[in-house]
T-cell receptor, first 115, second 112 residues
Framework: ETGVTQTPRHLVMGMTNKKSLKCEQH?????MYWYKQSAKKPLELMFV???????ENNSVPSRFSPECPNSSHLFLHLHTLQPEDSALYLC??????????????FGPGTRLTVL | SQQGEEDPQALSIQEGENATMNCSYK?????LQWYRQNSGRGLVHLIL?????REKHSGRLRVTLDTSKKSSSLLITASRAADTASYFC????????????FGQGTRLTINP
């Protein structure tokens, strides 16, 4: 148990549905991340939030909409997704300190299937 | 791109043997990290080595870093069945330490 939880663990949705993924960290961190992990591809960074402010959007399509209401919670709102968006979506958090080390703590992921 | 590339892509050994995985990257880094992922689960941080370090140990793990060759290796000694997982290297760049760039991973199988 890493202190980062994600819900739901599995999600099946149609291309016209709207759903949200939730992430919560209990580690007192101030940075949170969304990653996408597809089969046979490296882990892809999607978004970075520092102190609730988005600092990185890695050219992610607008059908993915992140929300960070506070340093402990992160959401990923999904709408009109495509089958190629099916993947494992991982949330992570880290502490922004004075150094450059950036050990990240990952949640268990949400396995998303788009039909 | 400073993407890390792991080698081999898959490794299968007998329990008790040592497992060595390699990672190469392309640009200057601030640190290099190794993570483990059990099937369909999140990643677990194993060890971090800074660019000014050459070797680091943690329990049965030994990591080396050669910045001149832009490469790192992860050695797991006395492997156990529970070590079966995918192992990823991730590089933290000097431009932005938060932007970890992950390799495609090595799938390690420990046979009992």
């Amino acid at each position: 148990e890493t202190g980062v939880t994600q819900t739901p663990r599995h999600l099946v949705m149609g291309m016209t549905n709207k759903k949200s993924l939730k992430c919560e960290q209990h580690l007192g961190h101030n940075a949170m991340y969304w990653y996408k992990q597809s089969a046979k591809k490296p882990l892809e960074l999607m978004f970075v939030y520092n102190f609730k402010e988005q600092t990185e959007n890695n050219s992610v399509p607008s059908r993915f909409s992140p929300e960070c209401p506070n340093s402990s919670h992160l959401f990923l709102h999904l709408h009109t997704l495509q089958p190629e968006d099916s993947a494992l979506y991982l949330c992570a958090s880290s502490s922004l300190g004075g150094g450059d080390d950036n050990e990240q703590f990952f949640g268990p992921g949400t396995r998303l299937t788009v039909l | 791109s400073q993407q890390g590339e792991e080698d081999p892509q898959a490794l299968s050994i007998q329990e008790g043997e040592n497992a060595t995985m390699n990672c190469s990257y392309k640009t200057s880094i601030n640190n290099l990290q190794w993570y483990r992922q059990n099937s369909g689960r999140g990643l677990v941080h194993l060890i971090l080595i800074r660019s000014n370090e050459r070797e680091k140990h943690s329990g049965r793990l030994r990591v080396t870093l050669d910045t001149s060759k832009k490469s790192s290796s992860l050695l797991i000694t006395a492997s156990r069945a529970a070590d079966t997982a995918s192992y990823f290297c991730a590089t933290g760049g000097i431009q932005g330490a938060q932007k970890l760039v992950f390799g495609q991973g090595t799938r390690l199988t420990i046979n009992p």
